[in-house]
Nanobody
Framework: QVQLVESGGGLVQTGGSLRLSCAVS????????MGWFRQAPGKEREFVAA????????DYANSMKGRFTISRDNAKNTIYLQMSSLKPEDTAVYSC????????????????WGQGTQVTVSS
């Protein structure tokens, strides 16, 4: 059993920055690939970024490349999503996910999901 709790969401102005955190408990954190997805009202869930167990591999959606950075701190059982140059189109609920399989994380078929944290970017 793995539990994930996101934090750090909020209201930010266009062009601003925000850092999301996802704290993980249960099992062994370092055994899981991790990722971030987002979902805006009325839209499908969208892949944001992923990071491998050992931090050796990262992946980003094209619209997030150069603006978002995913990282993990296994000692703190936490992953982060550093967001900069935020745009109104980034407004969504951001959810953290975990799975032993890299492909499952990338495809959004992960076993474990957090509750999500709201990010709102004002124009």
């Amino acid at each position: 059993q793995v539990q994930l709790v996101e934090s750090g969401g909020g209201l930010v102005q266009t062009g601003g920055s925000l850092r999301l955190s996802c704290a993980v408990s249960g099992r062994t954190f370092s055994s899981y690939h991790m990722g971030w997805f987002r979902q805006a009202p009325g839209k499908e869930r969208e892949f944001v970024a992923a990071i491998s167990k050992n931090s050796g591999t990262t992946d980003y959606a094209n619209s997030m490349k150069g603006r978002f950075t995913i990282s993990r701190d296994n000692a703190k059982n936490t992953i982060y999503l550093q967001m900069s140059s935020l745009k109104p189109e980034d407004t969504a609920v951001y959810s953290c996910t975990a799975d032993p399989s890299w492909s499952m994380v990338l495809s959004g078929r992960s076993e474990y999901w957090g509750q999500g944290t709201q990010v709102t970017v004002s124009s």
